[in-house]
């Protein structure tokens, strides 16, 4: 891959939607603002996000794949923003310490306090509850204590704790000298307690001058970046989004806010919208699709919108959500071709249905509300995307109506 040489910032993340959620507000503010799913593409672009998507591979070969993204564009004047979740799933740890000696200290933010997720004392929380005492972390099987700092140690790393009251009490100067220091003296992250934006304004003033560092967080401090890592962008000019064709919504996330966003969807969609529910079981165990998908496949091709979405009997935290996502995207990929728009819920299930249908990079337009990206795909198509635990009861049906309001009003079936 090469980048042009007015580029200033690479985000890596580990999900599609994260991608987008992270590098969104570059967009908004005049940033040419590409995703990449491929390493093998030229870009022209101020701000590149490239999807490693590493989070469901074993951490050795994850880490290795961070850096050999960061190598193939690694110019003078890029910046290095390691997006991570902001509830620690995934490799992040074992990512972060590989591209250490690539990339120099690690600036550890991973707090978004728009969606209610808070670093306090080195420890991460979803309001005031533990990361790993919630529903999160259960679903996938997880075990153990979310603190930021116990997880980079365990990955080999040398850590101090920029404490709550320190990063309030002290002037932006004085915060640069206190992490240049800890940088002389060999630390190799320094994990940042956060609860407000402006606190992550903050770190990113106080950090954004230093040599040799990179950022470890979720889109609250990429957001406060933005205003130094792309602020010689210029304006860049957004593509066109308009919608020729069905909208296909896929929720691939098993999460209790994705189910409430269905249930609100499909009260005031109406007929405008065709659901198909899809069990879990059959989707992993039929040789070829389930009953609801054929349906679903018979529908596009009728040109109706339709919304497909996952349903089982009992949580299991065993599933492989990776493997659903590959599965849905095996039935449904060769039909995005006749599609006006996507919306996909769950980074995994975004970045299987592209891939299957050949789209490889995406330019970032919009933020439709938190967490929530509005993208087109080189052919044009209209992408949103969100994490599947993200946004309020309404948040689906929003991102579909933005999507009808882009349509010819002599096509419009809502």
């Given at each position: 891959m090469s980048l042009s040489d007015k580029a200033r910032l690479i985000i890596l993340a580990d999900d599609l939607s994260g991608a987008a959620d992270c590098a969104v507000s570059y967009a908004r503010s005049g940033s040419a603002t590409v995703i990449e799913l491929s390493?093998?593409?030229?870009?022209?672009?101020?701000?590149?996000?490239?999807?490693?998507?590493?989070?469901?591979?074993?951490?050795?070969?994850?880490?290795?794949?961070?850096?050999?993204?960061?190598?193939?564009?690694?110019?003078?004047?890029?910046?290095?923003?390691?997006?991570?979740?902001?509830?620690?799933?995934?490799?992040?740890?074992?990512?972060?310490?590989?591209?250490?000696?690539?990339a120099g200290m690690a600036v550890v933010a991973p707090a978004m306090p728009t969606m209610k997720r808070f670093t306090r004392d080195a420890r991460q929380f979803i309001d005031h509850t533990p990361v790993e005492e919630t529903p999160v972390w259960g679903n996938e099987g997880r075990s153990g204590k979310a603190s930021l700092s116990d997880m980079l140690v365990e990955a080999d790393i040398n850590?101090?704790?920029?404490?709550?009251?320190?990063?309030?009490?002290?002037?932006?100067?004085?915060?640069?000298?206190?992490?240049?220091?800890?940088?002389?003296?060999?630390?190799?992250?320094?994990?940042?307690?956060?609860?407000?934006?402006?606190?992550?304004?903050?770190?990113?003033?106080?950090?954004?001058?230093?040599?040799?560092?990179?950022?470890?967080?979720?889109?609250?401090?990429?957001k406060a970046l933005c205003p130094y890592l792309g602020r010689d962008a210029g304006t860049a000019l957004l593509p066109p989004v308009t919608i020729e064709g069905p909208v296909l919504m896929v929720v691939g996330s098993m999460s209790s806010v994705s189910h409430r966003q269905v249930d609100y969807l499909l009260t005031k969609s109406g007929k405008a919208l065709e659901h198909f529910q899809v069990d879990i079981a059959d989707l992993l165990t039929f040789q070829g699709a389930p009953f609801a998908l054929k349906r679903a496949q018979q529908a596009l091709e009728a040109g109706h919108n339709v919304l497909v979405s996952l349903t089982q009997q009992?949580?299991?935290?065993?599933?492989?959500?990776?493997?659903?996502?590959?599965?849905?995207?095996?039935?449904?990929?060769?039909?995005?071709s006749l599609l006006g728009a996507l919306v996909a819920t769950g980074g995994e299930t975004a970045k299987a249905l592209l891939s299957a249908a050949g789209i490889n990079h995406l330019r970032l337009v919009d933020e439709l509300e938190p967490g929530v990206a509005l993208s087109v795909s080189g052919q044009g198509m209209p992408v949103v995307t969100k994490a599947g635990a993200f946004g309020g009861e309404t948040t689906l049906y929003e991102a579909w109506r933005t999507l009808v309001d882009k349509r010819p009003s002599s096509s419009c079936r809502c």
């Amino acid at each position: 891959m090469s980048l042009s040489d007015k580029a200033r910032l690479i985000i890596l993340a580990d999900d599609l939607s994260g991608a987008a959620d992270c590098a969104v507000s570059y967009a908004r503010s005049g940033s040419a603002t590409v995703i990449e799913l491929s390493l093998q593409n030229n870009v022209d672009a101020q701000v590149l996000v490239f999807d490693t998507d590493s989070r469901h591979l074993d951490a050795t070969e994850a880490a290795k794949l961070n850096v050999e993204a960061w190598r193939a564009v690694r110019q003078p004047g890029l910046r290095l923003y390691k997006k991570i979740d902001s509830t620690l799933r995934g490799n992040w740890a074992q990512e972060v310490a590989a591209l250490i000696p690539e990339a120099g200290m690690a600036v550890v933010a991973p707090a978004m306090p728009t969606m209610k997720r808070f670093t306090r004392d080195a420890r991460q929380f979803i309001d005031h509850t533990p990361v790993e005492e919630t529903p999160v972390w259960g679903n996938e099987g997880r075990s153990g204590k979310a603190s930021l700092s116990d997880m980079l140690v365990e990955a080999d790393i040398n850590v101090a704790h920029l404490s709550l009251a320190t990063l309030r009490e002290s002037s932006t100067d004085v915060l640069s000298q206190w992490l240049l220091k800890h940088q002389q003296n060999q630390i190799e992250a320094v994990v940042c307690d956060a609860e407000s934006d402006a606190d992550l304004e903050r770190l990113a003033e106080a950090t954004h001058i230093l040599d040799r560092i990179f950022w470890v967080g979720s889109a609250g401090l990429s957001k406060a970046l933005c205003p130094y890592l792309g602020r010689d962008a210029g304006t860049a000019l957004l593509p066109p989004v308009t919608i020729e064709g069905p909208v296909l919504m896929v929720v691939g996330s098993m999460s209790s806010v994705s189910h409430r966003q269905v249930d609100y969807l499909l009260t005031k969609s109406g007929k405008a919208l065709e659901h198909f529910q899809v069990d879990i079981a059959d989707l992993l165990t039929f040789q070829g699709a389930p009953f609801a998908l054929k349906r679903a496949q018979q529908a596009l091709e009728a040109g109706h919108n339709v919304l497909v979405s996952l349903t089982q009997q009992a949580p299991d935290p065993s599933i492989d959500g990776y493997a659903l996502s590959q599965r849905l995207a095996s039935h449904l990929g060769n039909h995005i071709s006749l599609l006006g728009a996507l919306v996909a819920t769950g980074g995994e299930t975004a970045k299987a249905l592209l891939s299957a249908a050949g789209i490889n990079h995406l330019r970032l337009v919009d933020e439709l509300e938190p967490g929530v990206a509005l993208s087109v795909s080189g052919q044009g198509m209209p992408v949103v995307t969100k994490a599947g635990a993200f946004g309020g009861e309404t948040t689906l049906y929003e991102a579909w109506r933005t999507l009808v309001d882009k349509r010819p009003s002599s096509s419009c079936r809502c």
